[in-house]
């Protein structure tokens, strides 16, 4: 991401891809649609929010892991990338850490649909119709104590499945992390799926993270661990270039990367660029847990 800022993609790479997209997709994305917004529990996007057609959320992607170009990760991950059967370790601050089986994970949580924007630090967005579990319901059940202040994610890092770690453009594995309050916040979703069906590899499957008021890094794919921690995890962005990822990343048009302005975005599948939103427009739910923070200095 770091390598190509939006204002660097040549125009013709998304515009031609998206309108090819549009004419090919439009019925069946229509069709998905319906079905995601008929089940109409948790939306969170305006009516300006068009839905991204599928084709370009699942080949136009970052997952460093399978590759640094866009089209990547759809290319390489889908065959190597092993979903089934997948676990996650839940360990560090917490009454019940275990190592537990995804089904047995999600399962007891009412699956949701969540229409929202995913916004790169890159300088382009989408809106995605998800599917998934309030982050919160699954965190209480491993019950964290008194000194879980964040919350330490971290993705599978396996040179035979994933290509892309040979090369050493990140420190693998990938590694995110939330403040407890952030991860609780009932807008944080583990996605296990998007338009309808089980995630993709490209996408991050078998399970991955989705803030949606954050820059999409923060949207940690194909997680293995998750980790109850006292201290402030180091992601890997940050670890990478501290200068220019904070651990925070919250959408911010008022506060640039050192290289690109996040003043606007372009949403793959249009021509216009657009006003970038305070918190990608979620502010009225998460501003609060900023409050009296100098989100310049916590970028
Ligand atoms: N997670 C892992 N493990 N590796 C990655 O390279 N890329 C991040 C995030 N999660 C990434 C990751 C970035 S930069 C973005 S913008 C989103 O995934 C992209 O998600 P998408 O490809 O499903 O749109």
């Known amino acids: 991401m770091l390598i190509r800022p939006a204002a660097d993609i040549r125009p013709s790479e998304i515009t031609d891809h998206a309108v090819y997209l549009d004419r090919r997709r439009f019925l069946a994305v229509g069709a998905a649609l319906g079905t995601v917004l008929a089940a109409g529990k948790g939306m969170a996007a305006t009516s300006d929010d068009a839905p991204t057609p599928f084709e370009a959320v699942t080949t136009y992607n970052n997952y460093y892991e399978f590759g640094t170009a866009k089209e990547d990760p759809a290319v390489t991950a889908p065959g190597r990338l092993k979903v089934s059967p997948w676990s996650v370790t839940v360990d560090g601050e917490c009454g019940r850490p275990g190592t537990i089986g995804l089904e047995d994970l999600i399962k007891p949580v009412t699956q949701e649909d969540r229409l929202y924007r995913l916004r790169c630090v890159e300088g382009w967005s989408m809106v995605i119709p998800w599917q998934g579990v309030p982050l919160a319901a699954v965190l209480k059940r491993f019950e964290p104590n008194s000194k879980a202040k964040y919350v330490e994610f971290t993705t599978l890092a396996d040179k035979a499945q994933m290509p892309g770690i040979r090369v050493a453009v990140l420190d693998w594995p990938y ?125």
């Open 175 to 299: 590694v995110e992390g939330l403040r407890l309050d952030e991860a609780m916040h009932p807008l944080t979703l583990l996605a296990t799926g998007l338009y309808g069906q089980a995630l993709l590899p490209q996408n991050g499957a078998p399970l991955r993270l989705v803030v949606p008021w954050k820059y999409g890094f923060k949207s940690i794919k194909s997680i293995v661990r998750i980790r109850f921690s006292e201290t402030q995890p180091l992601n890997s962005w940050q670890k990478a270039n501290r200068r220019e990822y904070g651990f925070y990343s919250n959408v911010n048009p008022e506060v640039d990367h050192p290289r690109w302005s996040q003043a606007s975005e372009r949403r793959i599948g249009e021509f216009r660029r657009r006003k970038t939103l305070m918190f990608n427009g979620y502010a009225d739910q998460v501003a609060g847990l900023y409050a009296g923070m100098d989100l310049r200095a916590d970028y």
